[in-house]
Structures are given as C-alpha cells and as structure tokens.
C-alpha cells in the first residue's frame, strides 16, 4: 500500500532551533509539494518540485525556510531559526506531473515555545 | 490569484440525512478539483477528482458536480453517516505550468446518531 509518509509526527521545539522535516513521496512519483495548515490561513502552499527541481517557492518565506529534494525518495522542509507563528501542521503530497491526484502525507504538528 | 470558498462553514445534520456541500472559486481557468477530507489531527483523504472537462463524479453515496463556468462545485452525501462527520476541503488545481491546488477553508461536517 504505497503510501507518503513524513517524518517527525510531532515536533515541540523552541524559539531559534533549527527545525527539519522529511518526506518520503511515494516511489515512482516525480511531483513534491509542501503545504502548511494552520486556523487562521488554512492550506497553503510553500513548494512545489517536479524532478526534484524547485518550481515554485513563492509561498515559502526565504529568510528562514529551505525546501529541497537530495534526492528523489527525499524531500525536507527546514526551518532556521524558527518562530512561535510557524506552528502549524506541515503537510507533503506527491503525484505525477503527468496525473492529476496529489496524494498527502500524514503531517507534521509543530510546535515552537 | 485563485480564490476557493466554502459554504457553510460548518454543517450538523441528523444520520440519515442527504446532504449538500458546496465550493465556489473566481478563476474559471482551472485543470481540476478534488475533494479531500480530513479527520481531526489526520491527513488529507482524496474522496473525488473531477477534470475540468468532466460534469460530475461518483463515489459510493459520494457525488460531486462541477460547473466551471459559473465557478462552482458541489459534493452531495446521501445518507449520512455518523462515520461521515470530518471536515470536507475542496481544492481548485489551476491550469498553467506550476498546476498548484488552492484549497478551500473546509466544512465541518457532524452528522448526528
């Protein structure tokens, strides 16, 4: 049952720690997305990779975010230093640039005291 | 820039019920929507996509309609669950190179036993 799956689940940190987040897409797909849950703004997008080039990271604030893809089973979501307002659920999805379904990972909750 | 909206914003029916769910956006110019839902502290499940050359899809007592032109969508639960209570989110993917979803603030459905 091939599935995304992103890893911490959960993550308490404080204010100024370095924060890293990973996705494992499911094998074969070539499109990763990040989106981040909150209340107030809902889902929005920070990323966007296909191939794992980046294509579009305009939802994602540059000072203190990086999004990359190492590789094609691998993707982070870093976050230096972090902020109490980036507390959020952090969500990765993968598809087919050719298909049309995103498929979302469970999540990532952080927090940040 | 794409505009989703969800309407109403919460819903509590008793079991048994029919049900509509309803979806606007502003940008006609889209390559599909689907519609996810999500339990509390889970991830995003994809209930139905529909291509935007298509009118309607249908999933067990799942039924979503699509009418581009006028910039709407609907998801239509027939006898509700009280298994069916989550939040409902549709999400628009835009036509264009980046084909990026923007969601919707969601519903929040609870059918009652």
């Known amino acids: 049952d091939a599935r995304v799956t992103q890893t911490p689940r959960h993550k308490v940190t404080e204010m100024g720690q370095e924060v890293t987040m990973r996705c494992q897409p499911i094998l074969g797909h070539n499109t990763v997305f990040w989106y981040r849950q909150t209340m107030m703004q809902g889902l929005e997008l920070l990323a966007y990779f296909r191939n794992r080039a980046p294509l579009d990271d305009s939802g994602m604030p540059k000072d203190r975010f990086s999004a990359e893809m190492p590789d094609a089973t691998l993707a982070t979501l870093k976050i230096q230093p972090s902020e109490p307002r980036d507390s959020a659920v952090y969500f990765c999805a993968s598809g087919l640039a050719t298909g049309n379904e995103q498929y979302f990972g469970p999540g990532t909750r952080l927090t940040v005291t | 820039k794409q505009e989703v909206t969800q309407i109403p914003a919460a819903l509590s029916v008793p079991e048994g019920e029919n049900l509509v769910l309803n979806c606007s956006f502003t940008d006609s110019a889209i390559y599909n929507l689907q519609w996810f839902r999500q339990d509390p502290g889970k991830g995003l499940t994809s209930l139905l996509l529909?291509?935007?050359?298509?009118r309607e899809q249908t999933s067990g007592r799942l039924n979503a309609s699509l009418d581009k032109s006028s910039g709407r969508s609907t998801l239509y639960i027939a006898a509700s669950q009280p298994g069916d209570s989550a939040t409902y989110l549709c999400?628009?993917?835009?036509?264009?190179?980046?084909?990026?979803?923007?969601f919707g603030s969601g519903t929040q459905l609870t059918v009652l036993p």
């Open positions: 999400a628009v993917r835009s036509s264009g190179s980046a084909r990026q979803l923007t």
């Open positions: 529909i291509q935007s050359s298509q």
